[in-house]
């Protein structure tokens, strides 16, 4: 029965953005320990730039086309396609980001690039895994190097912590997205997820054990990767964790573990179990609901609980707990027959405008920082609008689309997001993310408040060197053009279709 | 329906004039170029005005459809087109936002707090990016592009507030930004909606869909789908207006804010929330505008009487103006509701009154101020002795305000009184409680004159006022002038509204009406 696939059976093409930055990674390291000198890592982050940006061109070469590798373990198709748009543009933000800042803080070692790189190749593979198996492997390779870099800060007690809290709770959350596939799996007697979609509507048909297994596998596969996510209630790590890290390591997890988390869980959802119903001639699946409590209960924890923060990077953390709710409220619009494809689009859009703002606002943050980690309170953004004009406008544009004002990313997501929600008849749900969406712009605007209204002593905003203003300034005009011009990437989003992968 | 040209309108220059303004003003330097910051900013606003005389010179009356219109495609997967245009229901308002600009500005110039505390680059940036949204929620004809002007006249006010405001100003100005944005929001839940079951964002084709029957917001008493849409709209434009009981961030906002920041509030943004109602409320759902007539109107009436009584109560000057905004805007949303053509057509003119008198009262409390440094009303007295000048345009402002024949205030007050008297939806007891304010406003406004300008000059500090500048003149003619103008000769500005105003009435009460028959 196992024979040895040859190359072409393999069909590697489809694969290759995913392959070539992990690669990348390989020689990364060795190119690192033999060849880049001791006293000149910034080497090493241009080169680890490069290998992104090999990747994204091949990724653009491969766009348009549908294709299964690995033996339709791996599917490369618009939905992966612009997913690793976004994984990418974010991972060379935060390389950005990080140059400086490791310098600074005295961390700067090459295996940082290496490590994160690492992770997102994982990001990839997760966005184009097409079985559950392919999902779990994808998603230690994005984990593992995260619970590192999370530490990278170590001696320090609070990088330390973090690094292991997320290690912990990364390992419980792996096992039980494990468990979740290996009950779906004794229902359905596979792990591919168009041939799980093909199995489903028997079962439940026949109702009895299978039923209750798939359900209960569904239900553990949520619980796995709303830890990645990080929805309510498996959120707990997150304050801890985003604190604790290095700051460029935050804002890599925060939009890019999230973007890995929502396309596991939005192709699992879409393509494998949308039919998945309790009952016959119900047009809603039956995850729909239990997406709907968690993105509920995301969004008013996490906006609410954002409110009572003094420090930035908490604040930011609870921020992201409340996003993942806005992303969620896409993931629950679904489950509702007919809505998987605008709803999965509406998703994608909400996470590369957030990826951009999100980064953006870390950026700053990370330009008020002081070398030994202090200067991360509120407070601390006192008089920046006197002080460093050109990065308070920044972030207050940041703030803004955050809290979802129009010219900005952020009101196109909220916008598509809404809208899919309501198409999707779940109006209670979109009425909670509106509230929330007011309940935020009171935290965001205290940072508009700090920079601008306050009268201050202003931070000399010591760590805005030259990559982290181009960072930020990236992040800036994605946001702007986002907001200004949505067609740029509408344009991307309207070819995403999971239901036809579905067909096939 | 016809189509609508893409090719760019005089309608769509004029709007991008102040950007255009801005984008020069962002390459000019703070601390070199200040005279240049300040002068270009005027002569955006300027350019302005001259583009929208344009439009009022080339304006044809008699066709109530939209004039000067373009339509580009934007985000055609979401059906959501860059529409803009201008007909009877915006023109004046076009032009009160256009002629209120420039005067706010040149007040600017001789405001001490931007001396003080600096920043002017982003002072005048600010304000060319209000003037840019405030035009925009007023020729938007997308329901996505109007509410992403009306969020975004949001912003610079809020900074107007919070940096160039008065001890109290973070306060006002997040208040300002909460209420809003709170009432905003659950509008956009209303606009996806409402473009969801049309299939379109633009607001023609909505409503002629409406009209003919191809779009049904499904209505069957005061708690419907319709309702909720109509109250989602309602309730963010009630903010901004503001009706009675939504008004607190009001006074709060008025008397923190810098005075330009005061004119425009009063003089455009509150109208943005008026204009709403008439273009999107009436003519989008008009069996829930009809059934629930009576409870907006009875909440404006109450706004009137309770304006008008807590503005005579007031012991600061700035206070006082602020809270008669409350009782003035009472008699917009009045006739606005009064579903009929003198009704809606007096509110639309009495925006524009208002917007020029109590503009004008802002200017004038501004003017007091940077000369004595307070805004208490017994700080004054018989200041007409020192600033004769000053003394009797100010007369002329507070009496159009409170609506003296001949002066543009009774003609507007008036129709909208005409109205809601024959309306069929309201009667005769909202008409009577509305004209109790009317007398309450006489009241208030001449206790204010008479305790600044009249009486003994018995304070030491007044009586050594420095007399009114050229360009503080140069501010308050083009109001006075304006308010005899309106107040002499009104058909001219009801003429130009006559066709839209009565298409609209036909639009709501024929609808209506067909339902009364089914």
Request: glycine share 8%; aromatic share 12%; with cysteine.
């Amino acid at each position: 029965m196992f024979e040895i696939p040859t190359l072409e059976a393999l069909n590697l093409a489809p694969a290759l953005p995913a392959i070539s930055l992990a690669f990348g990674v390989c020689v990364l390291l060795l190119l690192d320990l033999l060849v880049v000198p001791k006293d000149r890592k910034e080497i090493t982050a241009w080169l680890a730039l490069a290998g992104i940006g090999v990747s994204f061109v091949l990724n653009l070469a491969v766009f348009n086309q549908t294709a299964d590798a690995f033996l339709g373990m791996f599917v490369a198709d618009q939905f992966s396609g612009f997913l690793n748009i976004v994984i990418l543009v974010g991972a060379a933000i935060s390389i950005l980001l990080s140059m400086d800042y490791l310098k600074r803080t005295q961390i700067e070692r090459g295996e940082y690039y290496s490590l994160m790189l690492m992770s997102v190749s994982g990001m990839m593979f997760m966005a184009s895994a097409n079985d559950l198996v392919m999902v779990f492997i994808a998603l230690e390779l994005l984990s593992i190097p995260l619970y590192v870099l999370a530490a990278f800060r170590a001696p320090e007690a609070k990088s330390e912590e973090s690094g292991m809290k997320y290690f912990i709770l990364g390992a419980f959350s792996s096992a039980f997205f494990v468990y979740g596939a290996a009950l779906i799996y004794g229902a359905t007697g596979t792990t591919n997820l168009p041939a799980i979609f093909q199995a489903v509507t028997a079962i439940v048909a026949a109702g009895g054990s299978p039923m209750f297994l798939l359900l209960v596998g569904a239900g553990l596969l949520l619980v796995g990767l709303g830890f990645k996510v990080a929805v309510v209630p498996f959120h707990m790590w997150t304050p801890d964790v985003y604190e604790g890290a290095p700051t460029p390591v935050t804002a890599f997890m925060s939009v890019g573990a999230k973007a890995g988390g929502f396309a596991a869980l939005l192709r699992i959802l879409a393509v494998a179990l949308p039919s998945f119903v309790l009952a016959d001639g119900q047009t809603t699946a039956a995850w729909q609901q239990l997406a709907w409590l968690v993105s509920a209960a995301t969004l008013i924890l996490g906006n609410i609980v954002a409110i009572a923060q003094s420090d930035i990077k908490r604040m930011l953390a609870y921020s992201s707990i409340a996003h993942a709710g806005y992303i969620f409220m896409a993931v629950a619009a679904a489950g509702t027959q007919g809505m998987a494809d605008a709803a999965v689009q509406a998703a994608l859009l909400y996470l590369l405008a957030y990826t951009f703002t999100n980064l953006g606002a870390f950026g700053v943050a990370m330009a008020v920082e002081k070398d030994d980690g202090a200067g991360t309170r509120l407070d601390d953004f006192i008089g920046l609008a006197k002080t460093r004009p050109d990065l308070a406008l920044m972030m207050a544009l940041f703030m803004l689309s955050l809290t979802g004002i129009p010219l900005t990313s952020g009101f196109l997501g909220k916008f598509v997001v809404f809208k899919a929600t309501l198409d999707a008849g779940l109006v209670p749900l979109a009425v909670i993310g509106v509230v929330t969406s007011v309940i935020s712009a009171f935290y965001y605007v205290r940072v508009i408040v700090n920079m601008y209204l306050r009268e201050g002593e202003g931070d000399p905003a010591a760590g805005a060197t030259r990559y982290v203003n181009w960072g930020v300034y990236a992040a800036a005009a994605g946001t702007l053009i986002m907001g200004v011009f949505p067609v740029v990437v509408t344009n991307l989003t309207d070819a995403v279709t999971l239901a036809a992968t579905v067909i096939r | 329906m016809p189509e609508v040209s893409s090719a760019v309108s005089l309608t769509s220059v004029m709007l991008f004039i102040p950007i255009v303004g801005l984008i020069i003003l962002l390459f000019l330097r703070e601390d070199t170029q200040r005279e240049a910051i300040k002068y270009s900013a005027l002569a955006t606003s300027l350019l302005t005005f001259a583009a929208s005389v344009l439009l009022w010179l080339g304006f044809n009356t008699s066709q109530p459809g939209l004039q000067f219109a373009q339509r580009g495609e934007w985000i055609t997967s979401l059906n959501i087109s860059y529409y803009v245009g201008v007909d009877g229901l915006s023109l004046l308002l076009v032009m009160l936002t256009t002629f209120i600009m420039p005067l706010a500005i040149l007040a600017s110039f001789r405001t001490g707090v931007l001396e003080e505390r600096g920043r002017q680059k982003l002072y005048y940036a600010f304000m060319l990016l209000l003037e840019f949204a405030m035009l925009g929620v007023f020729v938007a004809q997308d329901l996505f592009l109007f509410y992403i002007f009306w969020e975004v006249t949001l912003v610079p006010m809020y900074f107007l507030i919070g940096i160039w405001g008065a001890e109290q100003r973070i306060y006002a100005a997040v208040k300002f930004f909460l209420y809003t944005m709170a009432g905003s929001i659950l509008m956009l839940l209303a606009v996806l909606f409402v473009g969801t079951q049309a299939g379109t964002f633009a607001v023609p084709d909505i409503i002629a869909g409406v009209q003919n029957g191809t779009i049904n917001f499904p209505f069957d008493g005061i708690f419907s789908t319709q309702s909720f849409l109509f109250l989602g709209f309602l309730i963010a434009f009630a903010i901004k207006v503001p009706i009675w009981p939504l008004h607190s961030w009001l006074p709060d906002a008025h008397v923190q804010a810098p005075t330009a920041g005061s004119v425009i509030l009063a003089g455009v943004l509150l109208k943005l929330g008026t204009y709403g109602i008439v273009r999107f409320c009436l003519p989008m759902f008009p069996e829930a505008s009809v059934a629930w007539a009576p409870v907006v109107a009875a909440l404006a009436v109450i706004g009137i009487i309770y304006g008008a009584w807590v503005s005579y109560a007031q012991t600061d000057v700035k206070k006082l103006v602020a809270y008669s905004s409350v009782s003035h805007l009472g008699f917009v949303v009045l006739g606005i509701f009064a579903l009929n053509q003198q009704g809606i057509a007096g509110a639309i003119l009495q925006m524009v009154n208002h917007g020029i008198s109590t503009g004008g009262l802002f200017l004038m409390v501004g003017m007091l101020y940077e000369r004595r440094h307070t805004k208490a009303l017994n700080a004054f007295g018989g200041i007409w002795k020192v600033l004769p000048v000053f003394g009797g345009i100010s007369l002329v402002i507070t009496l159009s305000s409170m609506g003296l024949p001949g002066l543009n205030g009774f003609v507007g007050e008036f129709t909208i009184l005409l109205g809601s008297f024959g309306s069929q939806y309201l009667g005769f007891f909202f008409t009577l409680f509305a004209t109790i304010g009317v007398i309450l406003a006489a009241v208030y406004m001449l206790y204010m004159f008479q305790k600044v300008f009249m009486g003994e000059l018995d304070k030491e500090e007044n009586k050594n006022l420095p007399a009114l500048h050229w360009q503080e003149l140069a501010v308050l003619v083009p109001i006075v002038i304006l308010i005899f103008w309106i107040g002499l000769q009104p058909g001219v500005f009801f003429s130009s509204m006559d066709a839209s105003v009565n298409q609209l009435v036909t639009q709501v009460t024929d609808v209506a009406a067909s339902v009364a028959l089914r």
